[in-house]
């Protein structure tokens, strides 16, 4: 081969790749600096809750108590005996519960009248006779249902119970056979009732079956609505007061009072209050107390004690660094809860905490990161995430010197 045609061979060679370059970088170049980026590597450390100290309930020096958040099967605190005990007019809640099952009442409706005969004559003089708590009443008096209602409760009038009893269901024993179908619907397994009243220390119940009676009869309005008011006049008697004393102190809207030398002094009480801003309603009762006055301190004692054991606790602060984005090409940006968020929790309740967060490449300041899941007592409270700065892409050197991140 002659050096002129060699010279022109390497000529042809040296050209030939030039434009194999050119065209190469003109595919290359476009490609690498328009392909995806690789997700940024992320990295979640959610906060840990401290659990809150466990709450010191005040319990009754005698007798039993109990106390649980209203239409909760979750007794927060009891104390004493479990099992059935004579429960005294308190007795009187399952009555009026049994009663409106079968005539309901709406909280407009004051219900059909009822004249009072001879029978309702003689439950006064056979309760009169028995020691037991009455209101007077008058054959061919009138009064309606919601008001006999009224009587037999805020003034624990036993008399009233039967004539109430007897005009829903025509007789005691048509009475007690409701009453045993109601207790057995509503799962009541320690509660049996022997009479309207509770005069008869067979009618027993226990903490835990109280406290679901309470919060059946704060679910109807029309009770609900009884139990919480203080006096009340009906014509042709003299004004009604309440027996629960307790009306309007420390929260207190209900529900019931009993005494019986079997029963001792009992209270089933209800109240509502509010923790660090956020409301709760809570059932409770006392039975057994030596007498009314120590009824009503072991309930207040009880509450007040039981109010200290809720605790608001911090679950995130907005601008909270829990995490952080690491890119390929080294950018690093943390990872922030978007807002505050607390809760008050019962006692040492413990509370879970779990994350995700959202799969990104770049971002700016502010872009939805994901979010964390706080649990705690069946309840979840979702705090979103957000970038805290700017996630930015690569520039275009870290591009085209790192085409296996890019393309594979």
């Keep these: 081969m002659t050096p002129t045609r060699r010279q022109f061979l390497v000529r042809r060679v040296v050209v030939l790749g030039i434009l194999f370059l050119v065209v190469a970088a003109g ?22 809750v401290q659990a809150a100290p466990a709450a010191a309930v005040s319990a009754p020096a005698q007798g039993s108590s ?5 239409d909760s099967g979750e007794v927060l605190a009891s104390s004493g005996q479990s099992g059935p005990v004579p429960i005294a007019s308190v007795t009187k809640i399952l009555t009026a519960l049994v009663v409106l099952q079968a005539k309901p009442l709406t909280p407009t409706d004051d219900g059909p009248s009822i004249t009072m005969t001879a029978a309702d004559v003689a439950f006064l003089d056979s309760t009169r006779a028995e020691g037991g708590s009455y209101v007077l009443v008058n054959e061919g008096q009138v009064l309606t249902e919601r008001q006999v209602i009224e009587i037999m409760l805020m003034e624990s009038a036993n008399n009233y119970s039967e004539t109430l009893v007897t005009w829903a269901f025509g007789s005691m024993a048509g009475y007690l056979t409701a009453a045993e179908a109601f207790i057995q619907a509503q799962g009541l397994a ?5 009479d309207s009243s509770g005069l008869n220390p067979a009618s027993v119940s226990t903490t835990t079956d109280l406290l679901k009676l309470a919060s059946l009869a704060l679910d109807n309005p029309v009770l609900a609505a009884v139990v919480s008011t203080q006096k009340e006049s009906i014509p042709g008697l003299s004004e009604l007061t309440n027996t629960n004393t307790l009306l309007g102190s420390d929260g207190i809207d209900g529900l019931k009072t009993g005494t019986t030398d079997e029963a001792g002094s009992c209270l089933l009480f209800s109240a509502d209050f509010t923790v660090a801003g956020k409301p709760f309603s809570v059932v409770g009762v006392v039975l057994g107390a030596a007498s009314s006055e120590s009824a009503r301190q072991a309930v207040t004692a009880l509450l007040d004690s039981a109010k ?19 890119s390929a ?12 968020a607390s809760t008050v929790v019962w006692s040492s309740t413990p509370v879970s905490v779990a994350g995700d967060t959202v799969s990104l490449s770049e971002g700016s300041a502010g872009s939805a990161a994901g979010d964390l899941r706080f649990g705690v007592g069946g309840e979840t409270i979702t705090v979103p995430l957000r970038l805290e700065t700017d996630l930015e892409g690569p520039d275009p050197f870290w591009r085209l010197t790192h085409p296996g991140e890019l393309v594979g």
């Design 27 to 48: 595919i290359y170049v476009p490609v690498v600096l328009t392909a995806p980026l690789p997700a940024a590597a992320v990295t979640l450390e959610p906060p840990a």
């Design 66 to 70: 109990a106390i649980s958040l209203q």
């Design 190 to 194: 320690g509660t049996s009732v022997v």
């Design 308 to 326: 200290l054991g809720f605790t608001s606790v911090s679950l995130a602060t907005a601008g909270q660094v829990v995490g952080s984005y690491t």
């Design 329 to 340: 090409w080294g950018a690093t940006v943390p990872i922030v809860a978007a807002q505050d």
